[in-house]
């Protein structure tokens, strides 16, 4: 079936190190990943993605890279701050009449200042 | 804040009962997507409707069911509440159905069933 395999599933760093969290999924049709940022006690939140027809998309310190040969994409976070400290979904989503999405299981990362 | 409220933020109920959650989309959304997350299963998709029409399905059980009204508010259907039930269910709303706008989480209601 469909599926999202995502780690590290826990990550440590030290402030001012980079991070990255790989993600591989199973669906080939799959034409949209995105990655979301759970904070304690909040809702997932959007924080960048990328396309099928793309190969990198960078935003400041997040950058995302897509394989789609390979079936990869990762999450690299630059210059982490401890404020970076949360838990990373990836996912993997297609059009199917509506708009289907599956996420991966989840990196918690923890930035230690 | 995303704009996008649910209600109750919590709920503690009895196994075999069934609950009612609500979800308002951000204004000006026409789809509102329903999720489950809990510690053994991650996030998992459940449900997508789009301006009032279901859309999508993913593993939602026979036991959920959902719909969308015509102001675009949303109810999530829980019934013959089990144990494994218990879990944190999260309404998404987005622009349209394309997937070309991002889906923006609301806070979530946190179910207990005991």
């Known amino acids: 079936g469909e599926n999202v395999e995502q780690h590290p599933s826990t990550l440590s760093v030290q402030e001012g190190d980079s991070a990255v969290i790989k993600c591989t999924y199973s669906d080939s049709a799959s034409n949209y990943f995105p990655w979301y940022k759970q904070e304690l006690g909040k809702g997932p939140q959007l924080i960048i993605d990328?396309?099928?027809?793309?190969g990198e998309k960078k935003d400041q310190r997040i950058a995302v890279t897509l394989n789609k040969t390979a079936k990869h994409f990762s999450l690299h976070i630059t210059e982490t701050q401890p404020e970076d400290s949360a838990v990373y979904f990836c996912?993997?989503?297609?059009?199917?009449?509506?708009?289907?999405?599956?996420f991966g299981a989840g990196t918690r990362l923890f930035v230690k200042a | 804040d995303s704009g996008v409220t649910q209600t109750p933020k919590h709920l503690i109920t009895a196994t075999g009962q069934r609950v009612t959650l609500r979800c308002s989309p951000r204004s000006g959304d026409l789809s509102v997507y329903w999720y489950q997350q809990s510690l053994d299963q991650g996030l998992q998709f459940l449900i997508q409707y789009y301006n009032g029409e279901e859309r999508a399905k993913g593993n939602i059980l026979e036991r959920f069911s959902a719909q969308q009204f015509p102001d675009l508010h949303s109810e999530l259907n829980l019934s013959s509440l089990e144990l494994g039930d218990s879990a944190l269910y999260f309404c998404?709303?987005?622009?349209?159905?394309?997937?070309?706008?991002?889906?923006?989480f609301g806070p979530g209601t946190r179910l207990t069933v005991l």
């Open positions: 990328i396309r099928s027809n793309v």
């Open positions: 996912a993997a989503s297609k059009q199917t009449g509506g708009f289907k999405t599956i």
């Open positions: 998404a709303s987005s622009e349209g159905t394309s997937g070309k706008g991002e889906q923006f």
